[in-house]
């Protein structure tokens, strides 16, 4: 089985952030464990779930990680916000309601949502984190 979670090198060394990241490891680790339960037909209310809890919690970790920025007078601050709205946006648009009777839909749809999580994530922690980061 496939497992979403920390490794060495997303750390940043930032405790509340690593801490924040690791969260949302576990959050596309249960946006796996939703796309193989094999007993749930209807998707729905756990795709539901999972993109609201994203969404809350991104905002919280972005809020947390942009006043860390400030703090250190980041000079890339503005595109790193930038690419933190973005993310934000792509998020509001999953369209769960299309596909609230269509289970294939909703089994694509939850897979789309693992794959943007999981590289977004990947990606952002490594290519833009990690330029904060004091080496």
Same mark, same amino acid.
């Given at each position: 089985m496939i497992t979403y979670e920390m490794k060495p090198e997303y750390y940043t060394g930032i405790e509340a952030i690593d801490k924040e990241h690791a969260r $949302?490891?576990? $959050?596309?680790?249960? @946006? *796996?464990? #939703?796309?193989?339960?094999?007993?749930?037909?209807?998707? @729905?209310d756990g795709l539901v779930h999972l993109i609201s809890e994203l969404i809350n919690y991104t905002r919280t970790h972005f809020s947390h990680e942009e006043e860390y920025l400030r703090s250190i007078n980041y000079p890339h601050i503005q595109a790193h916000i930038a690419q933190h709205? *973005?993310?934000e946006d792509q998020l509001m648009a999953f369209d769960i309601d299309s596909i609230e009777n269509d289970f294939e839909g909703q089994d694509e749809t939850v897979e789309n949502l693992l794959d943007f999580l999981v590289n977004w #994530?990947?990606? *952002?922690?490594?290519?833009v984190d990690m330029m904060y980061v004091e080496k």
């Open positions: $949302l490891f576990e $959050l596309a680790q249960e @946006t *796996h464990g #939703l796309l193989y339960n094999d007993l749930l037909q209807d998707k @729905t709205r *973005h993310f #994530l990947v990606s *952002h922690i490594l290519k």
